[in-house]
């Protein structure tokens, strides 16, 4: 019996009754030493795949390691001719296979098959990225495509229409509060860094409420956070959250648990209320104290 002839009749064998369990056998037939049995074997795998939609994902890296790796043309165009029918092959793969398609070294028929392969697997691929369900990054509301793209282009995320308009305003509001960080002062001239800050304070002297801004408090044990406002006289804090980038945001909610922790009173306004912050921060100052 010629070299590996067990091994060849068992994948023909395999593939013609069709025994779908057995295909780890045929991944491991594929590499086989003798090139009758990678023929086999590939031609057991598109039988077995014909049975199984699951096993043309299970295929994909073994035929397409096979196929790299094959020296004989003939069994070449069996394992791209399995290929073909796989499903899951990344752009690295398919960029692999045109190279066998450009080949002029290849046979005429193998070039053939390495392109109808590499057709195949780019259909699988854009009609996957078709289905890809986007979600908004803010809103987790379902995106189109063409927002998901707009969206990763600009901030590396997908957001929804509504979501990137508002994250292009929040960015241009917060470059004209750093650019102006500088310049603005309270009614009584404390230096602050936003628009928001502003009005908080301004409304706080308009009630003739004492406040300290920015200032280093040691309200925790030994850790001492630096609150944006401090109302001794009612020993309260006031922070208003201008940003909600993501490192932002877990400075912030770290801030709040210290705050917790310390059992201090705490105010917390953010880019939302900013709309009508003298009237949010009444509000919740009323919960606390008697304006
Ligand atoms: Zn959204």
Known sequence: MAVGEAERKRAVEIGSEGRTSA????????????????RAAASAARKLMSISG?????FCIPLYMAATRETREQVLQYELRALEMCVGMTD???ADIKDIARNATHADYVRAAANDCAAAAEMVIREAESRRKHWCARCRRPVTKEESAAGIERYGKPYCRHCLDERILEERNFEADVASAK???TAD??????RGEKRIGDWLSRKRIEYVYDERYRIA???SIRPDFYLPEFDLYIEYWGMQEQDYLARKSEKKFLYQRAGKKLISLDWRDLENIESVLEEKLSRYIRL
Do not use: F, H, Y
């Open 23 to 38: 295909w780890t056998e045929i991944v491991s037939l594929l590499s086989n030493p003798s090139p009758a049995v990678r």
């Open 54 to 58: 699951d096993l043309r994902k299970a």
């Open 92 to 94: 690295q793969m398919v």
């Open 183 to 185: 310049r603005l002062r």
């Open 189 to 194: 001239d404390v230096a602050v860094q936003s």
């Open 221 to 223: 044990g030994d850790v």
